[in-house]
């Protein structure tokens, strides 16, 4: 699987992120050299994080934040950029704000870094929507969820139609986005890689709001389905 995202500014500079996820195990490729102190898994380290430090020297997902965080540290979140997207399958293009633009990044480095907290949502990485509303990302993820419980039961184990554990797992990853806000924050001098987060943050947030509400037609801005016999 293969993504490559061009960021260009109003002054005419481009930035190319290339990324490049491993299709056995959905995990993207780290750039290379050694990540900054900041990216240590006990720095910052989420409260509710698996991982050991002896077995693990960096947070997964620090380690795959870590050159973007470099490139976009000094831009202000709010400038004006054309970013074009390049997958396998098709192109996009918007003009956003750079806060936006590295949200749709940050977003498939989170779900492809490895991570175990964040594995509940890397299927969705294989269909990777660039610039997702809210109800885009609500109905895409409550769907690949869904869609795996339906996978769950054909191998004859419980299933989770109540999205009770999808639920939780965003509960969950409401802390973990706070910790990697701060994470970021603490390399940025400007502000474009921790809003960033912040606006992932905000999504996340809603999922479990939707769900927490009972989940409509009408929140997914869906047509009604037809309830006669």
């Not at 780290?30 to 409260?47: D, F, I, Q, R």
């Not at 390049?86 to 918007?94: A, I, L, M, P």
């Not at 970021?184 to 939707?210: E, G, Q, T």
């Amino acid at each position: 699987m293969f993504c490559k995202y061009t960021i260009k500014f109003e002054d005419g500079q481009e930035k190319v992120i290339d990324i490049d996820v491993d299709p056995s195990t959905y995990n993207v490729k780290p750039a290379g050299g050694e990540p900054p102190a900041w990216a240590l898994l006990e720095h910052n380290k989420c409260p509710m994080c698996p991982l050991d430090g002896a077995a693990h020297k960096y947070c997964p997902i620090a380690q795959n934040l870590a050159d973007i965080t470099r490139t976009f540290a000094d831009k202000a979140s709010t400038m004006m950029v054309e970013t074009r997207v390049v997958t396998q399958e098709r192109e996009y293009f918007k003009k956003t704000s750079l806060q936006s633009a590295l949200s749709s990044v940050i977003g498939i480095y989170m779900v492809t870094s490895g991570c175990p907290v964040m594995r509940v949502l890397t299927p969705m990485a294989r269909f990777h929507l660039p610039f997702a509303t809210l109800a885009e990302t609500v109905y895409r993820s409550v769907s690949s969820y869904l869609l795996r419980q339906y996978l769950r039961r054909k191998k004859g184990l419980e299933p989770d139609w109540e999205l009770k554990k999808l639920n939780e797992a965003y509960k969950t990853i409401e802390t973990l986005n706070l910790c990697i806000t701060n994470r970021v924050r603490s390399a940025s001098s400007k502000d474009a890689n921790y809003n960033a987060v912040i606006i992932l943050d905000a999504f996340a947030k809603m999922v479990p709001w939707n769900i927490d509400r009972g989940l409509s037609e009408k929140d997914l801005m869906l047509p009604e389905e037809d309830s006669r016999p």
